[in-house]
């Protein structure tokens, strides 16, 4: 059964990853902790769903899906650094 979902290893190991960035993203902005924490269990949960019900069917596309979501969470990831430094400078950080 683990063999299914190899094809999609990295992307669910750093889309976990994305999900503590985009966490801290929200809680930067100043979001209730416990609601953020909640909503993104939730999510987590709709994904495991997801994935768990739909795998052979995007099997074939496993490299597509592979580099889209490799590089969405690349760009959010970049966002979300860039909007942590502007928040850091603008607090009079160094």
Not at 3 to 9: I, N, R
Not at 20 to 26: A, K, M, T
Not at 70 to 88: D, E, H, P, R
């Amino acid at each position: 059964m683990l063999e299914e979902y190899l094809p999609f290893m990295w992307l669910i190991i750093f889309g976990n990853i994305e999900n503590l960035i985009l966490s801290s993203q929200g809680v930067v902005k100043g979001v209730n902790p416990r609601i953020l924490g909640g909503l993104s269990i939730l999510v987590v949960i709709i994904w495991l769903i997801l994935g768990t019900v739909l795998t052979e069917a995007a099997i074939q596309y496993s490299d597509v899906i592979n580099f889209i979501g490799g590089l969405a969470i690349f760009l959010l990831g970049i966002q979300a650094v860039y909007a942590s430094v502007k928040n850091i400078k603008s607090k009079g950080g160094e």
